[in-house]
Nanobody, 122 residues
Framework: QVQLRESGGGLVQPGGSLRLSCAAS????????MAWYRQAPGNQRELVAA???????SYADSVKGRFTISRDNAKNTVYLEMNSLKPEDTAVYLC????????????????WGKGTLVTVSS
């Protein structure tokens, strides 16, 4: 199995910054896509940002210019740098990895983290 461990959430004032991290552990040969989703109370889960091998990052329109996603392939870790945070960014942020191959011959698999809460409030 592959486990995802998220960290970095918390309470921040509007205009502030946070950095989320998600480390994948276990037997991993490769990970194609690493992404962050978020879900606010009463809302559907939405894709915030994703980064795919050989393609680069993509962002939801609501976070473009404020959030930056990056990955460290040697550490199987994805980061989300969040700046100029707004109250509407308040949500549980969930890490997702897709196209995961545990061995070179393995089929692709997808995994989710449990989430980390980000609260933007004064």
């Amino acid at each position: 199995q592959v486990q995802l461990r998220e960290s970095g959430g918390g309470l921040v004032q509007p205009g502030g910054s946070l950095r989320l991290s998600c480390a994948a552990s276990g037997i991993i040969f490769s990970i194609n896509t690493m992404a962050w989703y978020r879900q606010a109370p009463g809302n559907q889960r939405e894709l915030v940002a994703a980064i795919t091998m050989g393609v680069g990052p993509s962002y939801a329109d609501s976070v473009k210019g404020r959030f930056t996603i990056s990955r460290d392939n040697a550490k199987n870790t994805v980061y989300l740098e969040m700046n100029s945070l707004k109250p509407e960014d308040t949500a549980v942020y969930l890490c997702n990895v897709g196209g995961v191959r545990r061995f070179w011959y393995s089929a692709n698999a997808e995994y989710w983290g449990k989430g980390t809460l980000v609260t933007v409030s004064s």
